[in-house]
C-alpha cells in the first residue's frame, strides 16, 4: 500500500498509523465487549479530502464493525471544509486495481465496505431471528426425524434444535461458512465423549 500511496498522483501526504500516539478508535466487539480498533493509514488528497484506509489481506469475524466504527469516526471528523471517508481495501480488490489515484482506490472499494456494514446489518437481524425462533420448535425433519429427537435428553435436544436452526437460516445465503452451525453441539459432544 506504501508504494501505491508513494506514486498515487492525487496524494499529497499519508502516514502510517502506528506507534503509540497512533489513533485508536472504540468499538463493540461481539459479546458486547469494548475494543480498540487501529486503522492503517490516514491520507490528504489533492483535492483536500482526507482517507482513513484500512488494508486487508485476511478477514476476521470483527471486520464489520470496526468498519461500522471507522466509518462513524469519519462522520464525526468531517467538516464543512474537510471530509473524511474510510477505505476498506480487500486484498483482492487491491491486487485488480489498475488506476494510480486513491479516487479510484475508493470509488472500487465502496462497495466492499457497503457489504460489509450489511452483513453487519444481517448479524443484527440474525440475532432477532433466533431470539424469535427460540420461542417455537424449528422444522427440523429434513434434516433429523422427529421420533430420534424426541428420544434425546432435552440438553442435546436444545443443541441439535439450535445447529439445525442455524443450518437453515445459513443455506440461504451464499459463500457462507457454517463452522457456526456445529458450534451448538460442541458442548453436547463433548459431553457425550466424556460419558464413553
Not at 66 to 85: G, I, L, M, P
Amino acid at each position: 500500500m506504501t508504494k501505491f500511496l508513494d506514486r498515487a498522483h492525487d496524494v499529497k501526504a499519508f502516514a502510517k498509523n502506528a506507534g503509540y500516539q497512533c489513533l485508536r478508535i472504540d468499538y463493540l466487539a461481539s459479546g458486547s465487549r469494548l475494543a480498540f480498533y487501529t486503522p492503517d493509514f490516514f491520507v490528504r488528497t489533492s483535492d483536500g479530502h482526507y482517507y482513513l484506509v484500512e488494508t486487508k489481506g485476511q478477514e476476521d469475524r470483527e471486520v464489520p464493525r470496526k468498519a461500522q466504527a471507522a466509518v462513524a469516526w469519519c462522520e464525526s471528523a468531517s467538516t464543512r471544509k474537510q471530509k473524511w471517508e474510510y477505505i476498506y481495501v480487500p486484498q483482492g480488490v487491491f491486487e485488480r486495481l489498475t488506476g494510480d489515484s486513491v479516487a479510484e482506490l475508493a470509488s472500487m472499494c465502496r462497495p466492499a465496505r457497503q457489504e460489509l456494514l450489511r452483513d453487519l446489518e444481517e448479524g443484527e437481524v440474525q440475532t432477532t431471528l433466533f431470539t424469535a425462533l427460540a420461542e417455537e420448535a424449528p422444522e427440523i425433519e429434513e434434516i433429523v426425524d422427529q421420533a430420534t429427537l424426541e428420544k434425546l435428553p432435552p440438553r442435546y435436544k436444545g443443541s441439535v434444535e439450535q445447529a439445525a436452526t442455524t443450518f437453515q437460516f445459513y443455506k440461504k445465503k451464499e459463500g457462507m461458512d457454517y463452522s457456526p452451525v456445529f458450534q451448538a453441539l460442541l458442548g453436547a459432544m463433548d459431553e457425550a465423549a466424556r460419558g464413553l
